[in-house]
């Protein structure tokens, strides 16, 4: 099955197969009017009309991009994708003046998505995670990590786990699961923190790698949850499986989370607000992927994350929804480009590559995601709009028009093609 994207004013992409930092971070390179060819579930070709058609035979379809931008399909590296309940209360209570971590202290917070987690059954779970999948294909993301950590015990981590795996069996959109039963400190464990970590490493972390339901592991350090010293036990538990290892760092407090996320060799560090200097040095001398969740300093109304810093530093810098019911609910990757450009300071150049190349390099899969090139899977969009600033520029609108993933297409027309 062979699959011409055509018509484009503009093909915008990242190059390489390793993120990119510094100067590098805005490398976007711009083919005005090429064509891409898709052939089972790889791009083949990507550039002049003419070359093409001297090259290549008529292919099998033709997607008509319109005048559009075609761009590669977005990678959202952090999400927490599988929960049930939402916390619409807790959101009004935040716009009355509480704080974050003053709803969590008060016993609702992450408890809360947890309490329902636990009592919703596979079906539903399954039902409400395919939903938010769906959203992200119809904004464009063709690969999403996703995480566990609304269960806190075994047999709701294992829910939550499964669930990823029933949905990626059954949805287009590609999803990388990670175990985080280091999310938060769960209720029945407040009076004996130490014991729980005790627990995910003789009973949790063991079940989830017998069963091979996920590949990276991922600890929320920061004051009140898990201490810089109970994380490094976790993840130096989790080296033993092989996982990846992704941190939430230096979130609410400076804990040194990005200097330690360094020290393990995480491929990733998230959050990162109140990161100091020497964890970014740290970060930029181990090539750790920066995850900048920008969608959280504004539905916090937070800081945002020091990107200039970053990128100065030479960190390679990444954008994720964090898409959760607690501090940011959405997933959708062209909002997180608009407040990346708009609040925490990016080009729309390094906002791109952020959200593909550097994104797909968070998750370890720069070498098959997150361009448009021959050799590369064959997932892009085809934007309604003339160039990729539009994505920051024309903020609050959806303008995905077409989606492509692995060769096939899933978005026609800003609809769900019927699986
Ligand atoms: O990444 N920081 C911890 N976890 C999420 C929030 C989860 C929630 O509030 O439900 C985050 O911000
Ligand atoms: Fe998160």
């Not at 083919?31 to 550039?47: D, H, S």
Request: include cysteine; charged fraction near 20%; hydrophobic fraction near 45%.
């Amino acid at each position: 099955m062979s699959l011409v994207v055509s018509g484009a004013t503009v093909v915008a992409t990242p190059r390489g197969r390793a993120a990119l930092a510094g100067e590098l971070q805005r490398a976007v390179e711009l083919l005005p009017g090429a064509v891409v060819r898709c052939e089972g579930t790889a791009i083949v070709f990507v550039g002049d009309r003419h070359e093409h058609d001297r090259r290549f035979q008529k292919p099998d379809e033709v997607l008509d991009a319109a005048g559009g931008t075609v761009i590669p399909g977005f990678v959202d590296p952090h999400t927490h994708l599988p929960f049930a309940g939402t916390r619409e209360d807790e959101f009004d209570r935040r716009l009355a003046g509480e704080t974050y971590s003053q709803i969590a202290a008060s016993g609702s917070g992450i408890v809360a998505t947890v309490q329902a987690t636990r009592k919703a059954s596979f079906d539903e779970l399954l039902g409400l995670t395919l939903e938010r999948l769906d959203r992200q294909l119809l904004n464009g993301t063709t690969t999403t990590e996703a995480k566990s950590g609304y269960g806190l015990e075994l047999e709701t981590e294992l829910k939550q786990l499964r669930v990823l795996r029933e949905a990626a069996r059954r949805h287009p959109v590609e999803i990388v699961p990670t175990a985080m039963p280091a999310h938060e400190v769960p209720p029945e464990w407040r009076h004996d923190p130490d014991g729980y970590v005790e627990l995910v490493v003789g009973q949790i972390h063991p079940a989830i790698a017998a069963q091979k339901l996920a590949g990276g592991v991922d600890v929320f350090c920061e004051r009140g949850v898990f201490s810089p010293h109970q994380t490094r036990r976790l993840l130096a538990d989790a080296r033993r499986y092989g996982w990846r290892i992704h941190l939430h760092a230096d979130e609410l407090f400076d804990l040194g989370g990005a200097k330690l996320a360094a020290d393990l060799g995480a491929a990733s560090a998230s959050h990162l607000l109140h990161t100091n200097d020497e964890g970014i040095q740290a970060l930029a001398r181990r090539g750790v992927v920066g995850v900048v969740l920008p969608g959280v300093s504004f539905f916090l109304r937070e800081r945002y994350a020091p990107v200039r810093l970053l990128i100065h530093a030479e960190v390679p810098v990444a954008l994720a929804t964090d898409c959760n019911p607690g501090s940011s609910h959405t997933e959708s990757m062209p909002a997180i480009i608009a407040l990346a450009c708009l609040g925490a300071g990016f080009t729309t150049e390094e906002a791109l590559v952020a959200a593909t190349l550097n994104a797909a390099a968070a998750l370890g899969r720069a070498d098959r995601i997150g361009t448009l090139e021959p050799g590369k899977q064959a997932d892009l969009v085809v934007l309604n709009a003339p160039s990729p600033k539009h994505l920051a520029y024309h903020f609050g609108v959806n303008l995905v028009r077409h989606v492509v993933k692995a060769g096939k297409l899933v978005v026609r027309d800003g609809a769900l093609v019927q699986r």
